[in-house]
């Protein structure tokens, strides 16, 4: 979470496993969603009629990653990423044909340095004899210096312009959070009653070392834990967290690398817990804290859809099951 947040702005936020994410009030829509399994409900065809609609809208499903962003690049419009894409190929090929140009003024600095050695070595006799040849090769340098001051100059202009288009791209992204202090947020749930049992917030931000992560879960993980799933954040992978897992006999669970919903309850809590916090305002980690204190009760309190028995809070859910 950013450190100062506005109710009126977007709020982002960075997962461990699903990557950037920012939140911003849902849109109008103006158009009904759209998927491929619609064509079942259509009563006038029959199941291979709709099949192989079906398969038709969904040809790509078993093309490659690669293949299937490749094919993206080509079919989608300009988009903001698509120009930085193309800004980045064109400035490798400006790179590369940079360094040959480098290749080709190191030699040519070669030949003309053996040149003035060579000749300083003549007698002045040979000296005279070669007088020509010698001011002809003098001119020919001058002239080969001037063609690499102007090449210099043209290449400190483009630069110049291509740190500006990198500005002029990220502002237009809205990309304002960039300079922003973090505070890093730790969601700790219960997956079989939902209760959510800990945020606690790290002024450290995404630089959140794996001692401050132990010491937080040592005095907020319940003594009957036998499962802990994660995602594969390297606090999670070190030798301290390791070492908790052996003393308080858990087993730990990571999650795929780039599959968030292989911790799909987890995840949904950290959307819920976003949305709530979207028209919130805070200015410090203290007011965050405050904020989160008061999520987690009312969150616990309210009535949840995903549980066993629906309509139940999870504090309600989890008494009941102590109770079978």
Known sequence: MPEEHLAEGRLPAVSGSSGHLVVARLPILTEKPHWPGQVFAQADLDYSEAMFQYVAATRDRLMSVRRRKNQALVDEQPTRWRKEWQGRAERYATLQQRRREDATWKALRDRHHTIVVTYRKLSQVCRKEQRAAWEAELNLWQAQKGRRQALLETRRQENQAWHQRNRALQAASGSSF????????????????????????????????????????????????????????????????????????????PVYRHRPESNGIAERFVQTLKRWLQDKSWLSQVTLEALLAQFQPEY?????????????SPNEFAKRIWLM
Not at 300 to 312: F, K, Y
């Open 300 to 312: 616990n309190e309210r009535p949840h859809q995903g549980l066993a028995i629906p309509g139940l």
């Open 178 to 253: 960039e300079g922003a202090a973090w505070i890093a947020v730790l969601v700790v749930t219960d997956n079989c009653t939902r209760q959510c049992l800990a945020l606690p917030a790290f002024r450290s931000g995404a630089k959140l070392s794996s001692q401050e992560l132990v010491a937080a879960l040592r005095t907020v993980l319940p003594a009957e834990l036998q499962f802990l799933i994660s995602d594969q954040g390297v606090q999670f992978r070190s030798k301290a967290f390791a070492e908790l897992a052996r003393k308080a006999n858990f087993i730990h669970v």
